[in-house]
């Protein structure tokens, strides 16, 4: 995966790993930061000032202590982070516990992930959430099934459900119950 929007070549590069953040600021003396789950720039700073070739940046230092970042050039300069962990929490679309299964679908070109309880689309070349549904009785397993069209999930309870995955749409429950006193 890439991450584009610098114009000018990268001085330096950070990793924030309690944010999940790459910082990265380029000879243009531009600071962006990136979430690493969504690929996405999610801040972007400029030094406004006349670049000249005594006042590049050399180097980028990221403050965990104080959520700031450092640049050094003839002169240290401070820039704060206005994006925390908390800030993308709100406004994040996905997962809000742990993926259980990630299926991907080379007909459409879309990640599926699932949780216990919500399926995820997403289109792999932007990253961005396509579709979000959920499954009320809770999944313990999925698959798609044999032409890449539908997801089926089973539930705690032995329901065998049919979904189309475009759209959330419950396409058919086949419960296993009505068969337990044939075994």
């Known amino acids: 995966m890439k991450l584009v929007g610098h114009m000018a070549p990268l001085v330096d590069v950070k990793f924030n790993s309690k944010d999940y953040q790459i910082i990265s600021c380029s000879e243009d003396k531009e600071i962006r930061i990136w979430d690493i789950r969504t690929y996405k720039c999610i801040q972007k700073m400029q030094d406004k000032t006349i670049h000249r070739p005594e006042n590049h940046y050399t180097s980028l230092l990221f403050d965990s202590k104080n959520t700031s970042i ?9 820039w704060p982070m206005k994006r925390t962990m908390t800030d993308f929490k709100k406004e994040y679309k996905g997962h809000r516990i742990p993926i259980i299964k ?15 309880s919500t399926i995820c689309t997403w289109d792999i070349t932007s990253g961005e959430l396509c579709h979000k549904f959920s499954v009320d009785k809770g999944i313990i397993a999925c698959c798609f099934d044999n032409m890449n069209r539908r997801i089926i999930t089973t539930c705690p309870d032995g329901e065998v459900l049919v979904w189309n995955y475009a759209n959330g749409l419950l396409l ?3 419960d296993s119950s009505k068969h ?4």
């Open 70 to 78: 450092i640049t050094a050039s003839s002169q240290l300069q401070k």
């Open 102 to 116: 990630v299926m991907y679908n080379e007909l459409y070109k879309q990640a599926i992930t699932v949780d216990d």
């Open 172 to 174: 058919k429950v086949c």
């Open 180 to 183: 337990k006193s044939d075994l």
